[in-house]
């Protein structure tokens, strides 16, 4: 039981390139979201979906695309990569109402 | 606007010396409460979750507490492995999941 896993751990962009962000699942959660981390903004939701082909936005949105076409994964899409977009991104996931989320390790993502 | 503020922004602890971490929150509905910890590095890991006021849940040393406004972590006789960013966050009523977060308390237990 693998839990949330995030792929890759590390990546360094050049503004302009685009790229999709993994997460998967194997613990046949309904709901997963994506959180990306800066230092003094706390956690803040990008996507969320609450199954698979149902997703809605979050606090931060723009520049960034989600789709559920399966309940395991919820890739995260950078359409256009801005050095805005540099941060730690958390993917996480729960089994329903009264669950609390389970985040994967994360992701470190530096746009240059 | 729903928010969520911790206090402090970071602690200093002997090992031994109890205390509390607040959480409050304005929320238009509250579905949910949650306490995670998260270590350097990692992602944060689920320790807690209160839905009522008046409730409680307890894990080890730590205690957690809820009322119609606020949230309190006790830390009882604290240890140096529980040293970490403490966060608590926020589901407000509706159907969607946006889990609002605070920024954190920075927590330091010395030896």
């Known amino acids: 039981n693998a839990g949330v896993t995030q792929t890759p751990k590390f990546q360094v962009l050049k503004t302009g390139q685009s790229m999709t962000l993994q997460c998967a699942q194997d613990m046949n959660h309904e709901y997963m979201s994506w959180y990306r981390q800066d230092p003094g903004m706390g956690l803040r939701l990008i996507h969320y979906s609450v199954g698979a082909g149902i997703t809605d936005q979050g606090e931060v949105p723009n520049g960034y695309n989600v789709s559920r076409s399966t309940t395991e994964d919820f890739p995260l899409r950078l359409l256009s990569a801005a050095p805005s977009q540099t941060s730690v991104y958390f993917c996480?996931?729960?089994?329903?109402?009264?669950?609390?989320?389970?985040f994967g390790s994360g992701t470190r993502l530096t746009v240059v | 606007e729903d928010q969520v503020t911790q206090s402090p922004e970071a602690l200093r602890l002997q090992e031994g010396e109890s205390s509390s971490l607040n959480c409050s929150y304005t929320?238009?509905?509250?579905?949910?409460l949650f306490w995670y910890r998260q270590d350097p590095g990692k992602g944060p890991e689920f320790l807690f979750t209160l839905y009522s006021a008046g409730e409680e849940k307890e894990k080890e040393r730590l205690k957690a507490t809820l009322t119609k406004k606020e949230s309190f972590l006790h830390i009882t006789a604290p240890k140096p492995e529980d040293s970490a960013t403490y966060l608590c966050?926020?589901?407000?009523?509706?159907?969607?999941?946006?889990?609002?977060f605070g920024k954190g308390t920075k927590l330091t237990v010395n030896p």
């Open positions: 996480a996931s729960r089994e329903g109402a009264y669950y609390g989320y389970t």
């Open positions: 929320v238009s509905g509250l579905r949910g």
């Open positions: 966050a926020v589901l407000p009523q509706g159907g969607s999941e946006k889990l609002v």
